[in-house]
């Protein structure tokens, strides 16, 4: 039980990547703080986690975008004894909007991806340093690192935001014994917001460029999650984690 009386929050926790991390968060003891913008989720989503175990898990309806949720949440919080972990997960696909060169696509994507995971850090970390520290984990992704047909670039560079910050943060927050850092999904199954990345062609060419021949599986990034937030990563701070089936190396 490697969460036990640790209160985790997750944000994106509704679908995808933020489930599977919620549920192995609840596995091992975590009271799960689930954040979503999808209310409709929250009564499978909390059946499931109270299934799963762990100690009592909330949800709460917040957009990662808006500072007032942050400080609602904060608030909530504060009141119930502080936070350990924090997995800023939420985010939106770079091809929801097909129109590659749409400003008002750039503004959303920085708004949720990057500004999502600053107003996380920034509202986690005062919460975190009474406790004697914490650990954070940033959802990036290989888009950090590399262009992608038909992606747009504000979604690369959100991801490379989340990339810097996580090393900016790893420096700042240490003397505070809270660890920062990302993991870098390959090709997982598609977001919700996903459009030209779902096209099966698309995908097929991208799933032939991955080393290991296969898509990634929600479970397999999870686990590199609850480990960077496990004391077992006690040592690292700062670095992504590149979860692509060797994508990154080619
Ligand atoms: N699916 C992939 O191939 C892939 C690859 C690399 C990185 N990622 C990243 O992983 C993260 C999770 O993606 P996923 O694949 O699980 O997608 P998903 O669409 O299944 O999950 C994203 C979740 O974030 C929530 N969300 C979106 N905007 C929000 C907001 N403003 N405030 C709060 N919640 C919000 C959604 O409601 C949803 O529950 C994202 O940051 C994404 O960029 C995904």
Redesign the pocket.
């Known amino acids: 039980m490697r969460f036990k009386d640790k209160t985790v929050v997750i944000?994106?926790?509704?679908?995808?990547?933020?489930?599977s991390a919620a549920l192995g968060f609840a596995r091992e003891g975590a009271a799960v703080v689930a954040?979503?913008?999808?209310e409709d989720?929250a009564a499978s989503l909390l059946a499931e986690l109270d299934a799963a175990g762990g100690g009592g898990a909330r949800f709460v309806r917040?957009?990662?975008?808006r500072e007032e949720d942050w400080e609602v949440l904060a608030r909530m919080l504060r009141d119930s004894g502080g936070l350990d972990v924090l997995f800023n997960?939420?985010?939106?696909?770079g091809t929801f909007d097909p129109d590659l060169s749409s400003t008002r696509a750039w503004e959303r994507l920085l708004d949720?991806?990057a500004k999502?995971v600053f107003l996380g850090m920034k509202h986690a970390v005062p919460l975190m340093r009474p406790r004697g520290g914490g650990a954070i984990v940033n959802?990036?992704?290989?888009?950090a690192s590399v262009g992608q047909h038909r992606v747009h670039m504000g979604?690369s560079a959100s991801?490379a935001a989340v990339q810097a910050m996580t090393r900016a943060a790893a420096v700042h927050y240490a003397e505070d014994g809270i660890r920062v850092n990302a993991v870098?999904?390959?090709?997982?199954?598609?977001?919700?917001?996903?459009r030209g990345?779902a096209d099966p062609v698309w995908r097929e060419k991208q799933i032939d460029a991955v080393p290991l021949k296969r898509a990634g599986h929600?479970e397999e990034v999870a686990t590199a999650v609850l480990f960077l937030a496990s004391d077992e990563a006690s040592y690292i701070t700062g670095v992504e984690l590149a979860v692509d089936g060797g994508f990154l190396s080619l």
């Not at 944000?11 to 489930?19: H, N």
């Not at 954040?35 to 999808?38: A, T």
């Not at 959802?139 to 888009?143: A, E, V």
């Open positions: 944000t994106g926790a509704a679908s995808g990547m933020g489930r954040c979503d913008l999808l989720e917040l957009d990662v975008a997960n939420a985010g939106i696909s949720v991806n999502g959802m990036s992704s290989i888009s979604y991801k870098a999904p390959g090709l997982l199954p598609p977001m919700r917001t996903s990345s929600v």
